[in-house]
Nanobody
Framework: QVQLVESGGGLVQAGGSLRLSCVASGRTFSSYAVGWFRQAPGKEREFVARITSRGGSPRFADSVKGRFTISRDYAKKMVYLQMNSLKPEDTAVYYC????????????WGQGTQVTVSS
């Protein structure tokens, strides 16, 4: 069982940066792949980024490629999403999720953190 809690969201102007954090409970978190997803008002949830259990092979949605990075700190059981050059269209609730398999399905989800980018 893994529990995830996101933090770091907020209001930022376009062009600014935020770093989202996802902290996990559970002794086996290091064996899980972790993904970030987002859901904007009136839209379906979409994939943003993911990192493997070994901390490699990061993947990003085309819409954030080159602006976002993902990393993890095993000692702290944290996964980070660094978001740079933010755009108004990045406004959404961001969720982290964990999967027992490197490519999902994502079984455990956090409660989300709101990111609002003003123009």
């Amino acid at each position: 069982q893994v529990q995830l809690v996101e933090s770091g969201g907020g209001l930022v102007q376009a062009g600014g940066s935020l770093r989202l954090s996802c902290v996990a409970s559970g002794r086996t978190f290091s064996s899980y792949a972790v993904g970030w997803f987002r859901q904007a008002p009136g839209k379906e949830r979409e994939f943003v980024a993911r990192i493997t259990s070994r901390g490699g092979s990061p993947r990003f949605a085309d819409s954030v490629k080159g602006r976002f990075t993902i990393s993890r700190d095993y000692a702290k059981k944290m996964v980070y999403l660094q978001m740079n050059s933010l755009k108004p269209e990045d406004t959404a609730v961001y969720y982290c999720a964990a999967a027992e398999s490197e490519y999902g399905p994502y079984k455990y989800w956090g409660q989300g953190t709101q990111v609002t980018v003003s123009s």
